[in-house]
């Protein structure tokens, strides 16, 4: 959290404390690969077939190529929640969907710290954002929810249809007592996953810019037609002047005709077509003053928005540049600091690997002796081996490296031995009882 820009941090550190999860004690290791890992095995072992797990093609009754997905069995649910929303409500939903549906609640996380920052002030009916220090924060609360999506009777995926789905919307509104939304089906919107939800908005924004933009090139119109109409209506007073001009002159050529007062009328009504004229000018050259003020404008603000983007994309790359130099000296004074850095990392994984859990491991760091009871797995010979009671530790091999051990012999060699156990145990031949005889 450090090393990110203030900008892009869209939680609340003070609301994390208001975070709860939950993983269902019958999962077992929390790791969703193991499990996963489990499922492709059962899947096996039930059905005697491979599990489908990528997208693949086959040919319809009517010739064409229908697309076929692959099997999910892990599957993840958003749901929204209140703020006074507790665990307990959405474990009662998880249980009921397994009551109904058969699919199994494995974890459970409800996330009260998230939302974004408002640019300015809430608008009026808003009555969920909040001040956070001169800036206001919008929260979004909502769980994650991981269902176990399969039948461990049959080895196959749970089949729910779109009438499902819907009735599971609507206990999820009922529990958590959340207002339902309108189906698809009557607002004729699809449902957008998170990156088409934030292509969209971007989208909105892109259009409000160019409706922005078409708005100030309406105004340039208008002010250019205003303009041409001006022109025209200026030609016209030109048109008059020049047949003012010349009555005036017949007018004086034969003033003693109609007398000294009408010429004067005259040459009242001519310095008045001037004024005219002259604020007609005045009007033009505000006009074109205006149409290139507004040009300018536009040109600018267009190019200050260019700006921003070029210097918000050089921030986040610096922040990203400084963010891999700061892992890297991490990483670099982690392994100069402890050398055995790398080998506890090794061995994290194989014991992962072999199912054993975090806290069981953490045992084995501090040195201890962990007396295990229940079944280790074995990549090498892809099954697991039942063990009772057999003590794990973590010592140091010939060559000074840390190695996992089980009755203090390398782990690979003591899988190596209970495979052969298993084998001699296959192979001994029946003995066969001796017929007796047939008696009458």
């Known amino acids: ?263 004067k009328s005259l040459e009242r009504k001519n310095e008045d077509l001037r004024d005219e004229i002259a604020i007609r000018d005045e009007t033009i050259e505000q006009l074109q003053s205006n149409i290139k003020q507004i040009q300018m404008e536009h040109s600018r603000a267009m190019m200050n928005k260019d700006m921003e983007y070029r210097k918000a994309l050089e921030v986040r790359e610096a922040e990203h540049k400084n963010e891999i130099k700061i892992l890297n000296s991490m990483i670099n004074t982690a392994h100069r600091w402890y050398p055995d850095f790398a080998d506890l990392l090794r061995l994290e994984r194989l014991a992962k690997q072999i199912g054993l859990s975090a806290i069981e491991f953490a045992e084995l760091i501090k040195g201890k002796v962990l007396n295990f009871t229940g079944r280790l797995f074995s990549s090498e010979h892809n099954r697991w081996f039942a063990t009772d009671n057999t003590p794990l530790q973590i010592l140091r091999n010939n060559d000074k490296r840390l190695t996992l051990t089980a009755n203090r012999i390398p782990l690979s060699q003591w899988f190596s031995e209970q495979y052969d156990k298993l084998l001699q145990s296959i192979r001994q031949p029946i003995q066969q009882k001796k017929s007796r005889g047939m008696k009458l």
């Open 1 to 263: 959290m450090r090393n990110i820009g203030k900008s892009q941090i869209y939680i609340v550190p003070e609301l994390t404390a208001g975070n709860e999860q939950w993983i269902n004690p019958s999962f077992g290791s929390p790791d969703l690969q193991a499990h996963y890992d489990y499922i492709k095995r059962m899947v096996k072992e039930k059905t005697g077939r491979a599990m489908q797990e990528k997208e693949r093609e086959r040919k319809g009754k009517n010739g064409k190529i229908i697309k076929v997905a692959g099997c999910s069995p892990i599957r993840e649910g958003v749901l929204l929640i209140r703020p006074d929303t507790t665990l307990a409500d959405v474990r009662k939903f998880g249980e009921e969907c397994q009551r109904r549906w058969g699919i199994t609640p494995l974890q459970i996380f409800l996330h009260k710290d998230e939302g974004h920052w408002l640019s300015g002030q809430p608008e009026s009916g808003d009555r969920e954002s909040f001040p956070v220090g001169k800036k206001w924060f919008k929260p979004n609360y909502h769980a994650h929810i991981v269902f176990d999506w399969m039948n461990h009777d049959t080895g196959k995926s749970r089949k729910l249809n779109d009438e499902d789905m819907t009735e599971m919307q609507s206990l999820a509104s009922d529990i958590l007592l959340m207002e339902r939304g309108q189906s698809k089906a009557v607002t004729g919107k699809e449902h957008l996953e998170r990156n088409d939800f934030i292509i969209e908005k971007q989208k909105a924004e892109l259009q409000r810019m160019d409706a922005a933009k078409r708005h100030k090139e309406e105004l340039i119109n208008l002010a250019e037609q205003e303009l041409k109409q001006v022109k025209s209506e200026i030609r016209t007073d030109k048109l008059k002047k020049t047949a003012t001009n010349a009555a005036t002159a017949i007018a004086s050529g034969v003033g003693s005709l109609f007398g000294s007062g009408k010429m």
